[in-house]
């Protein structure tokens, strides 16, 4: 059968590509989700169940085409390029699994958004992705909600019990150089907010210890210090207010290590309110009961502010995420408190 002409098949976006037909060739008009991406790459994506044998076959035969053009596993793609595709069979999606649910209005707020990036405040309870027995995260739920975005990515993680900014590259471009300026160490300045067991002692210190993940004998993620064989790991604690019993610190991340800060605080012999994995879980059962003022009944760990320089435009960003209500409840409770004890 006579291959049909480019006039004949109307290119389609990348990003609303979901199946490339066996018996017919296919146009491909790159988006902004593709932009970037080396040819071997999107064709893995795009054609899931296809053998990579197969897919370096066929681009080292000439079959796929940009723009006309013969290409290599590692051309890069470029938004507006027109790709050909030559007929492949490719595997259905398993069935049965459940769709992602869309995001409730305003249950995940929108602190900044322009072309490139979204920032949106996380609330605890939600996973940052999908994965270790959770179905779907924000980054699952956020495509669902946001169907005309085709490229959403996270930019960096956040603990599933862990409130507040996040970052989500909404271009290829955003992300690549996001992770470049990371590596670089020169990326995103991340300040969080927590409450912790105890009277902090010093006003501001530095903790400089090196973690190393390890597995609980029932399989659990936990994380360690290890001098001798850790990946380094560097927290700054700074004293906000003291309320005898528990202290409020920020605590700015000079590294992203796993558990970071929850380690790093108990270290130092103050575990995070509310932790389920490393806090005081007899303190913790009391404070769900009211012993601070109120039921609370989450880790108080929140990503309260994120500084850097935008990834595309240069502009500085500086993204603060508000407080969330049970905390600020905490917070008026201890403050409360502290007036009447006077």
């Known amino acids: 059968m006579p291959e049909q002409t480019k ?13 490339l037909g066996a018996d017919a060739v296919h146009w491909i008009r790159i988006g902004p989700d593709a932009d970037g991406q080396r040819i071997d790459n999107f064709l893995a994506r795009v054609a899931k169940g296809v053998p990579k044998s197969h897919i370096y076959r066929i681009i080292r035969g000439g079959e796929i085409r940009v723009n006309k053009g013969r290409v290599k596993a590692e051309t890069k793609l470029a938004e507006g390029d027109i790709l050909r595709v030559p007929p492949m069979r490719v595997s259905q999606k398993p069935a049965g699994r459940p769709a992602a649910a869309p995001l409730a209005e305003g249950a995940v707020p929108v602190l900044y958004e322009d072309r490139h990036l979204l920032v949106v405040n996380k609330p605890s309870g939600l996973a940052a992705h999908g994965g270790s027995g959770i179905s779907h995260g924000l980054i699952e739920r956020l495509r669902v909600s946001r169907p005309e975005d085709p490229f959403l990515e996270l930019a960096h993680r956040l603990d599933r019990e862990t409130s507040g900014a996040i970052i989500v590259c909404r271009t290829r471009k955003a992300l690549v150089r996001l992770h470049d300026m990371m590596k670089e160490g020169g990326g995103i300045e991340k300040h969080y907010r927590t409450l912790v067991k105890g009277d902090w ?88 009961h009211g012993l601070l003022g109120v039921p609370f009944r989450r880790m108080f760990l929140h990503a309260h502010t994120l500084s850097f320089m935008h990834p595309v435009t240069g502009e500085p960003v500086r993204i603060t995420a508000p407080m969330p209500p049970e905390c ?15």
């Open 201 to 288: 002692v010093n006003d501001r210190q530095h903790v400089k210890l090196p973690l190393e993940r390890f597995l609980l004998p029932s399989g659990e993620r936990r994380v360690r210090v290890n001098t001798a064989d850790g990946m380094s790991a560097h927290s700054v604690f700074t004293l906000l207010k003291r309320y005898g019993d528990v202290s409020l610190l920020d605590v700015e991340l000079k590294t992203g290590r796993t558990h970071q800060i929850r380690v790093h605080a108990l270290s130092q012999g103050f575990p995070l309110v509310g932790d389920d994995k490393y806090g005081d879980f007899d303190f913790n059962r009391e404070v769900t």
């Open 7 to 19: 006039a004949e098949i109307a290119p389609i976006p990348s990003a609303k590509v979901t199946a």
């Open 328 to 342: 600020t409840a905490l917070l008026d409770a201890l403050d409360k408190r502290g007036r009447k004890n006077k």
